[in-house]
């Protein structure tokens, strides 16, 4: 089955997402005008889920969110489990267990919903791609260069690889964001690797460089409806906190890297074209606490973004959470953005 646009997704299976609200006590509201930047403001966030349980699964270790065909989010953790969340009170309302081909769970980072409903898993151990059935049968694996693979077998870093997902408007092609750069790449250069969607089957396409901000890495990626792409950068330093800030990307002028071995600044590449949206430090703290030292009380360890609808002036709404680790210090937290791109 062909699978349907994502634009088409964002208009027409929306109509739950678009009217999020913030779930529990601890979540706090504010009036859209409340800006990051010039680009980017915060309507409200909710902690609601932190340290929760569902169906004796811990929910938390949030690594991925993308909205389903019937408007429901679905909240991709970590440690192997896929939630359906209520997209008006990010409540749980179901949760399945994801494994490899052996029946061994998954690093899971990456998530995309194809238009039959089956879902694009990606892992970073290996790292990998694959394809699950909603419930959450493995129904095929895409290749990967091997020059993304974890060393030996490739130049990339354990827990450095394939960490956002996300398909192109028209359904036909799906990106990649490896976390950190390949050994023998300049430092702060990382790949964005795509794949083309021909018969139902998914095949190696073309391949990108993204530079970084220095001391960041990519922990997601999401494809707007006009096929750029709003790219997460993030870091940490201890005693200091979370570095996060949102960036619009543009590839369509960038050089395919694919036969490129090595990213040291060649002149003839030109990378993926970025601008900075907004530094979310620079958001209102709404009243937020942290639980361990942070440049602003409202950071975390944000790791997940979807894009679940547009407001009346056209802004994008967009959904991040933040991975808590299953950490005490940390936070389970949902962020409700307005973007104008």
Same mark, same amino acid.
């Given at each position: 089955?062909? $699978? =349907?646009?994502?634009?088409?997704?964002? !208009?027409?299976?929306?109509?739950?997402?678009?009217?999020?609200?913030? %779930?529990?006590?601890?979540?706090?509201?504010?009036p859209?005008?409340?800006?990051?930047?010039s680009?980017?403001?915060?309507?409200?966030?909710?902690?609601?889920l932190?340290?929760?349980?569902?169906?004796?699964?811990f929910?938390g270790?949030l690594?991925?969110?993308?909205?389903?065909? #019937?408007?429901?989010?679905?909240?991709?953790?970590? &440690?192997?489990?896929?939630?359906r969340?209520d997209a /008006? !009170?990010? =409540?749980?309302t179901?949760?399945? &267990?994801? +494994?490899?081909?052996?029946?061994?769970?998954?690093?899971?980072?990456?998530?995309?919903?194809?238009?039959?409903?089956?879902?694009?898993?990606?892992?970073?151990? @290996?790292?990998?791609?694959?394809?699950?059935?909603?419930?959450?049968?493995?129904?095929?694996r895409?290749?990967?260069?091997?020059a993304?693979?974890?060393?030996?077998?490739?130049?990339?870093?354990?827990?450095?690889?394939? @960490?956002?997902? *996300?398909?192109?408007?028209?359904?036909?092609?799906?990106?990649a964001?490896?976390?950190?750069?390949?050994?023998?790449?300049a430092?702060? !250069?990382? &790949?964005?690797q795509t794949?083309?969607?021909?018969?139902?089957?998914?095949?190696? %396409?073309?391949?990108?460089?993204?530079?970084?901000?220095?001391g960041?890495?990519?922990?997601?990626?999401?494809? +707007? $409806?006009d096929?750029?792409?709003?790219?997460?950068?993030?870091?940490?330093?201890?005693?200091?906190?979370? *570095?996060?800030?949102?960036?619009?990307?543009?590839? /369509?002028? %960038? +050089?395919? +890297?694919?036969?490129?071995?090595?990213?040291?600044g060649? =002149? @003839?590449?030109?990378?993926?074209?970025?601008?900075?949206?907004a #530094?979310?430090?620079?958001? $209102?703290s709404?009243?937020? *606490?942290?639980?361990?030292?942070? $440049?602003?009380?409202l950071?975390?360890?944000?790791?997940?973004?979807?894009?679940?609808?547009?407001?009346?002036?056209?802004?994008?709404?967009?959904?991040?959470?933040?991975?808590?680790n299953?950490?005490s210090?940390?936070t389970t =937290?949902f962020?409700?953005?307005?973007? &104008?791109?």
């Amino acid at each position: 089955m062909r $699978p =349907r646009t994502v634009l088409a997704l964002l !208009t027409a299976g929306l109509a739950a997402a678009t009217c999020l609200t913030a %779930a529990g006590p601890a979540g706090a509201a504010a009036p859209a005008h409340h800006a990051c930047s010039s680009a980017v403001s915060i309507d409200r966030f909710s902690d609601a889920l932190d340290k929760t349980t569902y169906d004796g699964t811990f929910v938390g270790n949030l690594s991925a969110l993308a909205v389903d065909r #019937d408007g429901s989010l679905a909240a991709l953790s970590d &440690r192997s489990a896929l939630f359906r969340l209520d997209a /008006r !009170t990010l =409540r749980p309302t179901a949760v399945v &267990r994801l +494994t490899d081909e052996q029946g061994a769970g998954l690093d899971a980072e990456g998530l995309a919903v194809l238009g039959d409903g089956t879902r694009l898993v990606s892992s970073e151990t @290996e790292p990998s791609v694959r394809r699950h059935s909603r419930a959450g049968t493995v129904l095929d694996r895409l290749p990967v260069p091997a020059a993304l693979r974890v060393a030996p077998a490739g130049r990339a870093t354990a827990n450095q690889t394939f @960490e956002g997902l *996300t398909l192109l408007p028209g359904g036909r092609t799906l990106l990649a964001s490896m976390e950190y750069a390949l050994s023998g790449d300049a430092t702060g !250069t990382v &790949r964005f690797q795509t794949w083309e969607r021909h018969r139902g089957r998914f095949a190696l %396409a073309a391949q990108y460089a993204y530079r970084t901000d220095a001391g960041l890495g990519v922990p997601e990626v999401r494809a +707007t $409806p006009d096929g750029r792409l709003l790219v997460l950068e993030r870091g940490f330093t201890a005693g200091v906190g979370n *570095t996060v800030r949102l960036y619009l990307a543009d590839f /369509r002028h %960038a +050089t395919d +890297t694919s036969g490129v071995e090595h990213l040291t600044g060649q =002149r @003839e590449v030109r990378p993926v074209k970025k601008t900075l949206l907004a #530094d979310l430090a620079d958001c $209102p703290s709404l009243g937020a *606490t942290a639980k361990q030292p942070q $440049p602003n009380p409202l950071l975390d360890n944000i790791e997940g973004m979807t894009i679940t609808g547009r407001d009346r002036t056209g802004r994008l709404k967009v959904l991040l959470v933040s991975d808590d680790n299953q950490n005490s210090a940390q936070t389970t =937290r949902f962020f409700h953005l307005r973007v &104008r791109v």
